[in-house]
T-cell receptor, first 111, second 113 residues
């Protein structure tokens, strides 16, 4: 877990703003994931990437975008099209054996 | 796609007693079943996992059992301690199928002192 970092820890967004959440890993994992967690709820998959320059939509991709230009990095942009973005965002990286390890998370609040 | 159901949603146990959480899955091709523990405000942490070629796996006070025929798996925590209080998530996936995990909704475990 120590090899996955997310920044910032807390993020505040105004209405109509795009914001980007950072996720970096030094575990040499090919796969990376973004999840959203609402209070008292489970984990919902937003986007995932198995290799550099390729990514797929998860279950709730609308209003989000990602890029995977480097193996170590998988930033998530929350666009103004996401109408209810307040949530806890978790990034994970995964091994070829499907084990996933999570970063510390970013708590996003809309003002 | 895979659908994972988790029961119970909340579980309260006396310190020292055992706790059992059960999950069922829908896709018979699933072959990897991890369990995560999430303390309040923290990240989920992988605590134990099992693959379909194994029926049971233990690690100190925690164990996981898998019944492939019935498509269910369970987490067992023995001699519970206050630090076991957390939300536990089960998940299932197919090895080499998009590397995606399908998560259960979670079980909030409270250990009463």
């Amino acid at each position: 877990d120590g090899g996955i970092t997310q920044s910032p820890k807390y993020l505040f967004r105004k209405e109509g703003q795009n914001v980007t959440l950072s996720c970096e890993q030094n575990l040499n994992h090919d796969a990376m994931y973004w999840y959203r967690q609402d209070p008292g709820q489970g984990l919902r998959l937003i986007y995932y990437s198995q290799i550099v320059n390729d990514f797929q939509k998860g279950d709730i991709a609308e209003g989000y975008s990602v890029s995977r230009e480097k193996k170590e990095s998988f930033p998530l942009t929350v666009t103004s099209a996401q109408k209810n973005p307040t949530a806890f965002y978790l990034c994970a990286s995964g091994t070829a054996y499907n084990e996933q390890f999570f970063g510390p998370g970013t708590r996003l609040t809309v003002l | 796609g895979e659908n994972v159901e988790q029961h119970p949603s909340t579980l309260s146990v006396q310190e020292g007693d055992s706790a059992v959480i059960k999950c069922t899955y829908s896709d018979s091709a699933s072959n990897y079943f991890p369990w995560y523990k999430q303390e309040l405000g923290k990240r989920p942490q992988l605590i134990i996992d099992i693959r379909s070629n194994v029926g049971e796996k233990k690690d100190q006070r925690i164990a996981v059992t898998l019944n492939k025929t019935a498509k269910h798996f369970s987490l067992h925590i023995t001699e519970t301690q206050p630090e076991d209080s957390a939300v536990y998530f089960c998940a299932a996936s197919q090895f080499s199928n998009d590397y995606k995990l399908s998560f259960g909704a979670g079980t909030t475990v409270t250990v009463r002192a």
